[in-house]
Structure formats: C-alpha cells, structure tokens
C-alpha cells in the first residue's frame, strides 16, 4: 500500500487505528515509539519477546526517520516495506506474527504515520 500525507482514503482500521493512537499518545509520540504503538493498536498487553523500551536497532530506525521525513515532505510512503522491516527486525512469538501479519498492518502504520504528523484530525 502506497500513501502519502494528503490522502484521505482512510479505511475503517485506520481511522479506529488512528483514534486510539491520538487518545493515547496525542503529540508525545516520536517515530521511535513504533513499537509501542504497534502493540496499542493491535491490542497487545505486551509483546513475549521484544521490550521496546530495551529495543534498538539504529539501521532500522534510520529507515523509519527517513520515511517518516519523506512522509512530511508530502512523498509517497509505500507502507508494505515498512511491514516487511519491522517483520524482519522485531523479535515476535509465532502467534504475535500471525496476528501482525493477518491484521492489516498498512494500514495501521498508515494510521501511526497520521497520528505522528497531526494528532488532531477529526477521522
């Protein structure tokens, strides 16, 4: 899935993703904070293996940051690499990865890129 910032497309996971990232996090979130907002809106208590608090991995953070700066740049955003990395980066148990895999995570990291750059949309 490509988008960009002006797109207003906004399936239903995303806008209930987007709901529930802005009452959280409103504007105290950071790009860095992916992980925490990947287990908010999936619903996790906590992820098995991977702390997020602990989690660094300075190639893959780089690449959010880069897409996220594209993303304020108004660039399209293609989201399915995005998935692809955090699947190949994040330590997840095999029931994490089904849920993740099998619950549209372009569009919930559509949703986290909207709720980074404007927490106050009326989605």
């Known amino acids: ?37 990947l287990r908010v809106v999936y619903g996790f208590e906590e992820f098995e293996i991977l702390n997020p608090k602990d989690y660094q991995n300075g190639n893959f953070e780089s690449f959010l940051s880069e897409n996220y700066y594209l993303w304020l740049k108004g660039e399209d955003i293609n989201f399915q690499e ?27 990291l559509w949703a986290i890129f909207l709720c980074l750059s404007d927490p106050t949309k009326n989605l």
């Open 82 to 108: 995005i998935e692809d990395a955090i699947m190949e980066v994040g330590d997840f148990t095999g029931k994490e990865k089904l849920l993740l895999t099998s619950g549209d995570m372009q569009e919930r």
């Open 1 to 37: 899935m490509i988008k960009n910032i002006k797109d207003l497309d906004y399936s239903d996971i995303t806008k209930m993703s987007y709901r529930i990232l802005a009452h959280r996090f409103g504007y105290s979130a950071r790009i860095s904070d992916i992980w925490e907002m």
